[in-house]
């Protein structure tokens, strides 16, 4: 077992290098095969890692190996170890597996780019990165993974690094992710001050014994890790500008894996944050309010890829609240379905775009329907999914999460109910989406493509700046990729719309299936929460609102943007107020701006102008070379250079030695 | 004669060439006055070593002769290398050491 | 073989001199040659270097018998990834300045190799008065090479080097006086003696006389680091200096002061540095804070990495003054860290001022990676591992560092920690504008040539080796490093014993 994970690991490094060291000697295709060949034979390991987990005894499905010691000094524990246990073997499932099939979609999406080498060491650097973050085995090696999927997401964020727009993004991405990289570590702090020790097992044995304040503080400094990484209010504003890398990384980083990193830590920490409830509730709440503000935005935005991101924001926003209430399995169970019908969602966004040569407003496209059936079925999988409607993954996963949340009672309720609203908002916003690409008249790249023609864009332009594009590097290549007419991309569609459709067949309710909660039970076994579980009535009850909210979310999107196409701009004029709000993210980017950013920038002139000129320069140094100097002024005014005066000197001199001695006799 | 005299001439001799050596500008007369304190000198070390009946003060004494005449030759030779070349005789003037 | 300082020490001179007497062009190889050779044999010296063996390959002679100043030499703990580093760096600045298409004359070689001989016998001394002598020594080959070579104007040049020469001087003149203050008044009852370990065994100063004196001590090597508000001299320094110049300026002679502080200031004045923590842990915060909003606005390259070693040393002089061995630790691996980084980031600089018309101007940069992969990933790596991307060596040092103050002084490292978070703005910033966005009007993309490559890249790769196991730097120094902290009242020590 211990080859076979570490070769997990391996692979994808590997495959990144290659590609990278040999992009003159290797043949043009050749990094999509290695790329994806190494991200398969990393899921495939990763089955191979299962199989052997599985044939241990429950208690023992807890393995630690380590490569070698890394920084241990001092009392400090820094190894590279890793940890496999059913949790760790989860989420590499689901990484391995659907990053090899967006490996797949995009050696043909990204056909026409030039950098195509560049984008596929990228993307295998960057599923290793996300690799070493699930199967780190102590802190430290967390924090590297952890930072690691941030420069590998600032990377593909500004993979077209021409554009203004795309480096801006990618470098607020990092900074956000730095944040929480600084949150992550000092929370280590707090939690290693008492434990001791970096490794995650030992940290856990002690979680009892810690002084719940310090225990309380590292948890919600965690908190703020995970928030960063998962887009979690108030640090969310990298995800929707992410949208400006290459569709495929859209679908990678911010449908399947990386936003999901915050998930996973919560889970893995459960031994701590149960014993700091404070922090647990504050998780629970921020995961709350950010499901319902992200689906607000997404009510509103036009731009097809952010409507989406904005989806993600809300999503996650389930998965945290459910993994702070302590429903563990049902917080990952709605990861995986996630992972499915999001990456289905982006990759098909992905052809629409690429018939619209690169444009991605929702105010230009319309009637996409005939044009292209398979696109627009996976579509229609996927916001089934998504919204929640039986029997698609998505229905199983997200009520179970609702329910679990409203078993805790008291003031979970309010969650609950929140939840709901948010399940109604998912529905209108992501029906608004498709029925606004896919029906109503034919828009002419449409008419083209049903035609048999691609349209072709003469010049491309920046969808968010309007500015011509640089197509040396790359973007937006000449040739656009289509769903349609290319094998590869239909697989990895496919694929994943079964998986959107019969993902939720692994965990039934009220008896039916529990395949994720009795494979994850090992890891969770000592929580509290480990036998949450809501009476049947309640279940029946939750089921049956969140199938009529989804339905008459579905409902009210069509009337509002198929049956009375005047009427979504009424609403807007009616509630003006509230749609610059939402239009503006709820003006997150500007309270940044104003807090942050301004006044740093200003200190830093502040210093530059003034204080380094007047203070530094003038006052520090300044004022020692002056001493220096008229000292120097002094002596040098005794060197007259007249001979007699040196003379004279001399004789005074010798004057006043011979009258110290008369004196003294 | 008591040793008092001795000294007390070598001393006014002493005194009169270093308020020469202060006071002139022509360098001539500066080693000229320069002549006169080694002598000043001379005298009293040779004062002394007849008091103690021995020969070291006359040995210095000697030494400070020939020390004298080597500065003079150097002095002079100078002196004359500076009027051939018609730089002004002024030691006022020779303030290249100034700082 | 045994391992002879001595001869380490006299290497680069030895070659610089051989290289001005032969002159011409041939000169210049004898100087790379004696560096390489200097180079070489601290490679065996790390190699034969036992880890707990405290201080090894002594050389020791008595120099001035009269004030007691031996000529001892010695590596333990402390310095011995120093050394390395030195020779590291010199060699590679030295091989850049004869790649280079600059034709520099043999005399620049020459000074290049007597610094490089300096900086060694600061590192190397074990003898209070021969590490002051050493460590002003540093400065003299710099003030030529800067005052004859530098890039600015003649007048512009003489007058930075002069604030620089005189501003620094000043910091070692109290050095010098509290030195032998050091020798006079711990001399008790014995004879005069400047070896460190004479001093430190003998500890006979009074609490008052530790004060001032590791105040002294504090100023000389803050100027030298240079610390907040003490670094007056560095941006026109900067400015001024040539470029492999700065590259060993920035990389090397910054460590010898913090250096100085695990050497000199802790084991002998314990007291001082106990009483004066907070105001030293406040100096590191306040450079770490000030240097990183300088950097966050500056457009010019050489500033920005000039900027963001103030708040790299400053991580440092905070991890020193934790006065734990974590933070020390960290603090010793930081050193090696920050030299192997900032000295490619000064070659990536020329490389990319070449390409832009020889502005060094941020402004003036832009999309320089399209025809010049290789360059973009060196300088990402390089980048990535100045703002202590976790992964790197330099994040092991931080992590550690911060782990220290965080022990000591929970709020301070609380701060601190928004500069870890600045570092990676302006690291990022810097190499957006330059490498990515559009083309600037007057810039052109092209590859690095085979010759910058044997420079950049060993030196890449040593950034690389250390990411992947820093244990190699850390298990040789902690014996060093505990033991130099020993001195200190040890109850924190205690308690990390307590906490494994």
Same mark, same amino acid.
């Given at each position: 077992?211990?080859?076979?994970?570490?070769?997990?690991?391996?692979?994808?490094?590997?495959?990144?290098?290659?590609?990278?060291?040999?992009?003159?000697?290797?043949?043009?295709?050749?990094?999509?095969?290695?790329?994806?060949?190494?991200?398969?034979?990393?899921?495939?390991?990763?089955?191979?890692?299962?199989?052997?987990?599985?044939?241990?005894?429950?208690?023992?499905?807890?393995?630690?190996?380590?490569?070698?010691?890394?920084?241990?000094?001092?009392?400090?524990?820094?190894?590279?170890?890793?940890?496999?246990?059913?949790?760790?073997?989860?989420?590499?499932?689901?990484?391995?597996?659907?990053?090899?099939?967006?490996?797949?979609?995009?050696?043909?999406?990204?056909?026409?780019?030039?950098?195509?080498?560049?984008?596929?060491?990228?993307?295998?650097?960057?599923?290793?990165?996300?690799?070493?973050?699930?199967?780190?085995?102590?802190?430290?090696?967390?924090?590297?993974?952890?930072?690691?999927?941030?420069?590998?997401?600032?990377?593909?964020?500004?993979?077209?690094?021409?554009?203004?727009?795309?480096?801006?993004?990618?470098?607020?991405?990092?900074?956000?992710?730095?944040?929480?990289?600084?949150?992550?570590?000092?929370?280590?702090?707090?939690?290693?001050?008492?434990?001791?020790?970096?490794?995650?097992?030992?940290? *856990? +044995?002690? !979680?009892?014994?810690?002084?719940?304040?310090?225990?309380? /503080? @590292? $948890?919600?400094? &965690? #908190? %703020?890790?995970?928030?960063?990484?998962?887009?979690?209010?108030?640090?969310?504003?990298?995800?929707?500008?992410?949208?400006?890398?290459?569709?495929?990384?859209?679908?990678?980083?911010?449908?399947?894996?990386?936003?999901?990193?915050?998930?996973?830590?919560?889970?893995?920490?459960?031994?701590? *944050? +149960?014993? !700091?409830?404070?922090?647990?509730?504050?998780?629970?709440? /921020? @995961? $709350?309010?950010? &499901? #319902? %503000?992200?689906?607000?935005?997404?009510?509103?935005?036009?731009?097809?890829?952010?409507?989406?991101?904005?989806?993600?924001?809300?999503?996650?926003?389930?998965?945290?609240?459910?993994?702070?209430?302590?429903?563990?399995?049902?917080?990952?169970?709605?990861?995986?379905?996630?992972?499915?019908?999001?990456?289905?969602?982006?990759?098909?966004?992905?052809?629409?775009?690429? /018939?619209?040569?690169?444009?991605?407003?929702?105010?230009?496209?319309?009637?996409?329907?005939?044009?292209?059936?398979?696109?627009?079925?996976?579509?229609?999988?996927?916001?089934?999914?998504?919204?929640?409607?039986?029997?698609?993954?998505?229905?199983?996963?997200?009520?179970?999460?609702?329910?679990?949340?409203?078993?805790?009672?008291?003031?979970?309720?309010?969650?609950?109910?929140?939840?709901?609203?948010?399940?109604?908002?998912?529905?209108?916003?992501?029906?608004?989406?498709?029925?606004?690409?896919?029906?109503?008249?034919?828009?002419?790249?449409?008419?083209?493509?049903?035609?048999?023609?691609?349209?072709?864009?003469?010049?491309?332009?920046?969808?968010?700046?309007?500015?011509?594009?640089?197509?040396?590097?790359?973007?937006?290549?000449?040739?656009?990729?289509?769903?349609?007419?290319?094998?590869?991309?239909?697989?990895?569609?496919?694929?994943?719309?079964?998986?959107?459709?019969?993902?939720?067949?692994?965990?039934?309710?009220?008896?039916?299936?529990?395949?994720?909660?009795?494979?994850?039970?090992?890891?969770?076994?000592?929580?509290?929460?480990?036998?949450?579980?809501?009476?049947?009535?309640?279940?029946?009850?939750?089921?049956?609102?969140?199938?009529?909210?989804?339905?008459?979310?579905?409902?009210?999107?069509?009337?509002?943007?198929?049956?009375?196409?005047?009427?979504?701009?009424?609403?807007?004029?009616?509630?003006?107020?509230?749609?610059?709000?939402?239009?503006?993210?709820?003006?997150?980017?500007?309270?940044?701006?104003?807090?942050?950013?301004?006044?740093?920038?200003?200190?830093?002139?502040?210093?530059?102008?003034?204080?380094?000129?007047?203070?530094?320069?003038?006052?520090?140094?300044?004022?020692?070379?002056?001493?220096?100097?008229?000292?120097?002024?002094?002596?040098?005014?005794?060197?007259?250079?007249?001979?007699?005066?040196?003379?004279?000197?001399?004789?005074?001199?010798?004057?006043?030695?011979?009258?110290?001695?008369?004196?003294?006799? | 004669?008591?040793?008092?005299?001795?000294?007390?001439?070598?001393?006014?001799?002493?005194?009169?060439?270093?308020?020469?050596?202060?006071?002139?500008?022509?360098?001539?007369?500066?080693?000229?006055?320069?002549?006169?304190?080694?002598?000043?000198?001379?005298?009293?070390?040779?004062?002394?070593?007849?008091?103690?009946?021995?020969?070291?003060?006359?040995?210095?004494?000697?030494?400070?002769?020939?020390?004298?005449?080597?500065?003079?030759?150097?002095?002079?030779?100078?002196?004359?290398?500076?009027?051939?070349?018609?730089?002004?005789?002024?030691?006022?003037?020779?303030?290249?050491?100034?700082? | 073989?045994?391992?002879?300082?001595?001869?380490?020490?006299?290497?680069?001179?030895?070659?610089?001199?051989?290289?001005?007497?032969?002159?011409?062009?041939?000169?210049?190889?004898?100087?790379?040659?004696?560096?390489?050779?200097?180079?070489?044999?601290?490679?065996?010296?790390?190699?034969?270097?036992?880890?707990?063996?405290?201080?090894?390959?002594?050389?020791?002679?008595?120099?001035?018998?009269?004030?007691?100043?031996?000529?001892?030499?010695?590596?333990?703990?402390?310095?011995?990834?120093?050394?390395?580093?030195?020779?590291?760096?010199?060699?590679?600045?030295?091989?850049?300045?004869?790649?280079?298409?600059?034709?520099?004359?043999?005399?620049?070689?020459?000074?290049?190799?007597?610094?490089?001989?300096?900086?060694?016998?600061?590192?190397?001394?074990?003898?209070?008065?021969?590490?002051?002598?050493?460590?002003?020594?540093?400065?003299?080959?710099?003030?030529?090479?800067?005052?004859?070579?530098?890039?600015?104007?003649?007048?512009?040049?003489?007058?930075?080097?002069?604030?620089?020469?005189?501003?620094?001087?000043?910091?070692?003149?109290?050095?010098?006086?509290?030195?032998?203050?050091?020798?006079?008044?711990?001399?008790?009852?014995?004879?005069?003696?400047?070896?460190?370990?004479?001093?430190?065994?003998?500890?006979?100063?009074?609490?008052?006389?530790?004060?001032?004196?590791?105040?002294?001590?504090?100023?000389?090597?803050?100027?030298?680091?240079?610390?907040?508000?003490?670094?007056?001299?560095?941006?026109?320094?900067?400015?001024?200096?040539?470029?492999?110049?700065?590259?060993?300026?920035?990389?090397?002679?910054?460590?010898?002061?913090?250096?100085?502080?695990?050497?000199?200031?802790?084991?002998?004045?314990?007291?001082?540095?106990?009483?004066?923590?907070?105001?030293?842990?406040?100096?590191?915060?306040?450079?770490?804070?000030?240097?990183?909003?300088?950097?966050?606005?500056?457009?010019?390259?050489?500033?920005?990495?000039?900027?963001?070693?103030?708040?790299?040393?400053?991580?440092?002089?905070?991890?020193?003054?934790?006065?734990?061995?974590?933070?020390?630790?960290?603090?010793?691996?930081?050193?090696?860290?920050?030299?192997?980084?900032?000295?490619?980031?000064?070659?990536?600089?020329?490389?990319?001022?070449?390409?832009?018309?020889?502005?060094?101007?941020?402004?003036?940069?832009?999309?320089?990676?399209?025809?010049?992969?290789?360059?973009?990933?060196?300088?990402?790596?390089?980048?990535?591992?100045?703002?202590?991307?976790?992964?790197?060596?330099?994040?092991?040092?931080?992590?550690?560092?911060?782990?220290?103050?965080?022990?000591?002084?929970?709020?301070?490292?609380?701060?601190?920690?928004?500069?870890?978070?600045?570092?990676?703005?302006?690291?990022?910033?810097?190499?957006?504008?330059?490498?990515?966005?559009?083309?600037?009007?007057?810039?052109?993309?092209?590859?690095?040539?085979?010759?910058?490559?044997?420079?950049?890249?060993?030196?890449?790769?040593?950034?690389?080796?250390?990411?992947?196991?820093?244990?190699?730097?850390?298990?040789?120094?902690?014996?060093?490093?505990?033991?130099?902290?020993?001195?200190?009242?040890?109850?924190?020590?205690?308690?990390?014993?307590?906490?494994?």
């Amino acid at each position: 077992m211990e080859t076979l994970a570490w070769l997990v690991l391996i692979l994808p490094l590997a495959g990144s290098l290659i590609s990278a060291l040999g992009f003159r000697a290797l043949p043009a295709r050749a990094p999509a095969v290695i790329g994806t060949a190494a991200i398969a034979g990393a899921f495939a390991c990763t089955i191979g890692v299962l199989v052997k987990l599985q044939d241990l005894d429950a208690e023992h499905r807890q393995v630690v190996f380590v490569a070698w010691d890394y920084a241990q000094t001092a009392g400090v524990d820094a190894k590279l170890s890793i940890l496999i246990d059913p949790l760790s073997v989860f989420m590499m499932l689901v990484v391995t597996g659907v990053s090899t099939l967006i490996h797949l979609y995009s050696a043909t999406y990204m056909k026409g780019d030039r950098g195509y080498a560049r984008f596929f060491s990228y993307l295998n650097f960057f599923v290793f990165s996300m690799l070493v973050l699930v199967m780190a085995g102590n802190f430290f090696l967390l924090v590297v993974g952890w930072a690691f999927v941030g420069a590998a997401s600032y990377l593909l964020i500004s993979y077209w690094y021409r554009r203004t727009t795309a480096t801006t993004a990618g470098l607020k991405a990092f900074v956000i992710n730095v944040v929480g990289d600084v949150g992550l570590v000092l929370g280590t702090y707090f939690i290693f001050r008492h434990s001791g020790t970096l490794d995650f097992l030992g940290t *856990f +044995e002690t !979680a009892g014994s810690q002084p719940e304040g310090s225990l309380t /503080a @590292g $948890c919600i400094l &965690l #908190l %703020v890790g995970a928030f960063a990484k998962s887009a979690q209010i108030p640090l969310h504003t990298w995800l929707p500008d992410a949208m400006e890398g290459p569709t495929p990384v859209s679908a990678l980083i911010h449908a399947a894996t990386m936003v999901t990193a915050g998930v996973y830590l919560i889970a893995r920490m459960w031994p701590l *944050f +149960e014993q !700091a409830p404070a922090a647990a509730d504050v998780g629970a709440i /921020a @995961g $709350c309010v950010t &499901l #319902l %503000v992200a689906g607000t935005i997404g009510l509103v935005v036009t731009d097809l890829k952010r409507v989406i991101a904005y989806s993600t924001m809300s999503q996650i926003g389930y998965m945290i609240m459910a993994v702070s209430a302590g429903a563990y399995a049902a917080g990952l169970f709605h990861l995986m379905t996630h992972a499915f019908f999001k990456a289905l969602l982006f990759m098909a966004a992905g052809s629409v775009i690429a /018939a619209m040569a690169g444009e991605q407003s929702l105010d230009k496209m319309g009637g996409f329907r005939k044009a292209m059936p398979f696109t627009f079925g996976c579509f229609v999988i996927g916001g089934l999914a998504l919204a929640g409607i039986p029997p698609f993954s998505g229905f199983f996963s997200k009520d179970e999460i609702i329910t679990l949340v409203g078993e805790r009672g008291g003031w979970h309720y309010a969650l609950y109910t929140a939840a709901y609203v948010g399940s109604f908002l998912t529905a209108v916003y992501t029906w608004r989406m498709i029925f606004r690409a896919f029906w109503g008249k034919a828009v002419p790249e449409a008419e083209e493509l049903e035609h048999g023609h691609l349209h072709h864009a003469e010049e491309h332009r920046n969808p968010a700046t309007g500015e011509l594009e640089d197509t040396d590097v790359g973007f937006p290549g000449p040739e656009h990729h289509i769903a349609e007419r290319s094998a590869a991309m239909k697989v990895a569609m496919g694929l994943l719309a079964v998986g959107a459709i019969v993902g939720g067949l692994l965990q039934i309710p009220l008896g039916g299936t529990d395949v994720v909660d009795t494979f994850l039970e090992p890891t969770f076994e000592g929580s509290q929460y480990a036998h949450l579980h809501a009476s049947d009535g309640f279940t029946t009850l939750s089921l049956i609102i969140g199938t009529v909210l989804a339905v008459g979310g579905i409902a009210v999107a069509y009337y509002i943007w198929v049956l009375k196409p005047g009427l979504s701009a009424q609403i807007q004029a009616r509630f003006s107020g509230l749609h610059r709000l939402f239009a503006n993210k709820w003006y997150f980017d500007e309270l940044i701006e104003l807090v942050i950013v301004r006044p740093f920038s200003w200190f830093g002139r502040f210093g530059q102008q003034t204080f380094e000129r007047v203070v530094v320069d003038g006052t520090f140094v300044g004022g020692t070379t002056l001493v220096v100097r008229a000292g120097s002024a002094a002596v040098r005014a005794l060197q007259s250079g007249l001979l007699r005066a040196y003379a004279a000197l001399l004789v005074l001199g010798l004057v006043a030695v011979v009258f110290y001695f008369l004196l003294q006799s | 004669m008591a040793i008092g005299w001795y000294l007390a001439v070598s001393a006014i001799v002493f005194s009169i060439g270093a308020g020469g050596v202060l006071t002139r500008r022509n360098p001539l007369v500066t080693l000229l006055c320069l002549e006169l304190m080694l002598n000043a000198a001379n005298l009293a070390l040779i004062a002394f070593s007849r008091m103690h009946g021995n020969g070291d003060g006359q040995v210095f004494a000697i030494i400070v002769m020939v020390v004298a005449a080597c500065e003079v030759t150097v002095g002079l030779g100078v002196i004359v290398a500076m009027h051939r070349r018609g730089l002004i005789i002024d030691v006022d003037e020779l303030r290249e050491l100034h700082g | 073989m045994t391992i002879h300082l001595s001869i380490l020490l006299a290497l680069p001179l030895f070659g610089a001199v051989v290289g001005a007497i032969w002159g011409g062009r041939g000169g210049r190889w004898f100087a790379l040659g004696g560096s390489l050779l200097a180079l070489g044999y601290a490679i065996v010296a790390v190699a034969r270097f036992k880890s707990g063996d405290g201080l090894q390959f002594v050389t020791d002679e008595t120099w001035i018998a009269a004030l007691g100043v031996h000529w001892k030499l010695g590596i333990d703990g402390l310095n011995l990834f120093l050394v390395l580093l030195t020779t590291v760096l010199f060699s590679a600045c030295t091989l850049w300045a004869v790649l280079g298409k600059e034709d520099r004359p043999t005399l620049f070689y020459f000074w290049f190799g007597a610094a490089h001989s300096a900086v060694l016998g600061a590192l190397l001394a074990q003898d209070l008065l021969l590490f002051v002598l050493f460590f002003d020594l540093m400065l003299v080959p710099f003030f030529f090479l800067t005052g004859m070579y530098g890039t600015t104007t003649r007048a512009d040049r003489i007058r930075a080097i002069t604030k620089l020469f005189i501003y620094t001087l000043v910091g070692s003149l109290l050095m010098l006086a509290a030195a032998i203050a050091t020798a006079v008044l711990s001399k008790g009852d014995s004879s005069l003696s400047f070896v460190f370990s004479d001093l430190a065994a003998r500890g006979g100063l009074s609490s008052g006389s530790q004060d001032w004196i590791f105040l002294f001590f504090a100023a000389a090597f803050l100027v030298k680091m240079p610390a907040f508000p003490l670094h007056g001299w560095m941006p026109d320094g900067y400015m001024s200096m040539p470029l492999p110049v700065l590259a060993v300026f920035s990389g090397v002679l910054s460590k010898v002061a913090a250096y100085g502080f695990l050497r000199v200031a802790l084991p002998l004045f314990p007291e001082g540095a106990q009483r004066f923590q907070t105001l030293l842990l406040l100096i590191a915060l306040a450079s770490i804070l000030y240097g990183s909003a300088m950097a966050f606005t500056t457009t010019q390259t050489r500033l920005i990495l000039g900027y963001s070693s103030i708040a790299q040393l400053g991580f440092i002089v905070l991890g020193i003054f934790s006065l734990r061995a974590d933070g020390a630790q960290g603090a010793l691996l930081q050193t090696v860290n920050h030299g192997i980084v900032v000295a490619p980031a000064f070659f990536i600089v020329a490389l990319l001022a070449a390409r832009v018309g020889g502005s060094e101007d941020l402004r003036d940069m832009g999309g320089l990676a399209f025809r010049a992969p290789v360059l973009a990933v060196m300088f990402l790596i390089v980048a990535l591992a100045n703002l202590a991307m976790p992964g790197s060596s330099n994040f092991a040092g931080e992590f550690l560092i911060l782990l220290g103050v965080f022990q000591a002084k929970a709020a301070i490292a609380v701060v601190a920690f928004t500069g870890v978070a600045m570092a990676s703005v302006y690291t990022l910033r810097l190499f957006i504008r330059s490498m990515h966005n559009r083309v600037a009007s007057d810039a052109q993309s092209r590859e690095m040539t085979l010759a910058d490559g044997l420079v950049l890249v060993p030196l890449v790769l040593c950034i690389i080796a250390l990411a992947l196991y820093p244990q190699l730097a850390l298990d040789r120094s902690e014996p060093s490093v505990k033991a130099t902290l020993g001195a200190q009242a040890t109850p924190a020590l205690a308690a990390t014993e307590v906490g494994r």
